[in-house]
T-cell receptor, first 112, second 115 residues
Framework: GDSVTQMEGPVTLSEEAFLTINCTYTATGYPSLFWYVQYPGEGLQLLLKATKADDKGSNKGFEATYRKETTSFHLEKGSVQVSDSAVYFCALSESGYSTLTFGKGTMLLVSP | GAGVSQSPSNKVTEKGKDVELRCDPISGHTALYWYRQSLGQGLEFLIYFQGNSAPDKSGLPSDRFSAERTGGSVSTLTIQRTQQEDSAVYLC?????????????FGPGTRLTVT
């Protein structure tokens, strides 16, 4: 079955540091890929998505590129802020079927 | 506009009791999903409803779990004879449809604790 693997956290960074959170997936078809974010005390929010190979999703300074050859969708940000502290979930949905399969989440802690 | 709402926000129950969790989706959203977020298991799909179609129950972990959606809007997730392993945050999401590209909007969740 489908699965998503993402790096374990917590990831601890200083403000303005570069962020990478790795995500790889296993799927039978050609899935859409997503990053969701869960801020403390809040619900899950879609951060960005990509629906086909080589697409780049971007939002709020975060980026991720759909790499079919390496089955990866790594999340990056050039300069993190304290307000980026949250749990980040990588997810996929199979083409034409929108139920999400999630990774286990990576907690990001950014200190001033 | 109003987002997805869930009630109660917290529920503590004794092992063996039945519980009902409620979800109010965004008005006009035809698709509704239930997920469970637990330590060690991450986020797991439970069930989804799309319009008047039969629900996809493939993620329900046991026959103690059931869900219904009345009038294509509000949904109730029922857990019978609760067990300690049912302790988790239950999340509801809704979307305009089930085709890829339709964003799922999540509610704040119901934290269930079974003692």
């Amino acid at each position: 079955g489908d699965s998503v693997t993402q790096m374990e956290g917590p990831v601890t960074l200083s403000e303005e540091a570069f962020l990478t959170i790795n995500c790889t997936y296993t799927a039978t078809g050609y899935p859409s890929l997503f990053w969701y974010v869960q801020y403390p005390g809040e619900g899950l929010q879609l951060l960005l998505k990509a629906t086909k190979a080589d697409d780049k999703g971007s939002n709020k300074g975060f980026e991720a590129t759909y790499r079919k050859e390496t089955t990866s969708f790594h999340l990056e940000k050039g300069s993190v802020q304290v307000s980026d502290s949250a749990v980040y979930f990588c997810a996929l949905s199979e083409s034409g079927y929108s139920t999400l399969t999630f990774g286990k989440g990576t907690m990001l802690l950014v200190s001033p | 506009g109003a987002g997805v709402s869930q009630s109660p926000s917290n529920k503590v129950t004794e092992k063996g009791k039945d519980v009902e969790l409620r979800c109010d989706p965004i008005s006009g959203h035809t698709a509704l999903y239930w997920y469970r977020q637990s330590l060690g298991q991450g986020l797991e799909f439970l069930i989804y409803f799309q319009g008047n179609s039969a629900p996809d129950k493939s993620g329900l972990p046991s026959d103690r779990f059931s869900a219904e959606r009345t009038g294509g809007s509000v949904s109730t997730l029922t857990i019978q004879r609760t067990q300690q392993e049912d302790s988790a945050v239950y999340l509801c999401a809704s979307s305009l449809g089930t085709l890829e590209g339709y964003e799922q909007y999540f509610g704040p969740g119901t934290r269930l604790t079974v003692t």
